[in-house]
Nanobody
Framework: QVQVVESGGGLVQPGGSLRLSCVAS????????MGWYRQPPGKERELVAT???????TYADAVTGRFLISRDNDKNTMYLQMNSLKPEDTAVYYC????????WGQGTQVTVSS
C-alpha cells in the first residue's frame, strides 16, 4: 500500500499563488500516472490535473493556464503550482494515483479569500 502526504496549502488572497507538494511512501510512485484532486466545500471530489511517469500532463478546464503539475521521480514527489488563484479554487487538495485507487491522504486545505 502506498501512502501519500500532501502539504503546502494555506490562506491566500485572490490572484495569489501557492505550491503544493505530495510525497509518496514507495518508489512505485515513479511508475504510475498521478493526479491532483480537490474537494470544494459541500461538493464532490474532482480531478484537477494528471501527470504520467514521463511528464505528459492534462488539466481540468477550470485550472488550465493557471495551474502547473510536475513531478520529481527521484524524490517520489509531485507538485502543483497554482497561480492566479480564485475564490472558487478553495478546497481540500489531495494527490493520488490517477485512477484514485490508493489510500487517500489527509489532504491540504487551500483557502482563497480577501
Amino acid at each position: 500500500q502506498v501512502q501519500v502526504v500532501e502539504s503546502g496549502g494555506g490562506l491566500v488572497q485572490p490572484g495569489g499563488s501557492l505550491r503544493l507538494s505530495c510525497v509518496a511512501s514507495r518508489a512505485l510512485f515513479r511508475l504510475v500516472k498521478m493526479g491532483w484532486y480537490r474537494q470544494p466545500p459541500g461538493k464532490e471530489r474532482e480531478l484537477v490535473a494528471t501527470i504520467t511517469r514521463g511528464g505528459s500532463t492534462t488539466y481540468a478546464d477550470a485550472v488550465t493556464g493557471r495551474f502547473l503539475i510536475s513531478r520529481d521521480n527521484d524524490k517520489n514527489t509531485m507538485y502543483l503550482q497554482m497561480n492566479s488563484l480564485k475564490p472558487e479554487d478553495t478546497a481540500v487538495y489531495y494527490c493520488n494515483i490517477a485512477t484514485g485507487n490508493w489510500q487517500w491522504g489527509q489532504g491540504t486545505q487551500v483557502t482563497v479569500s480577501s
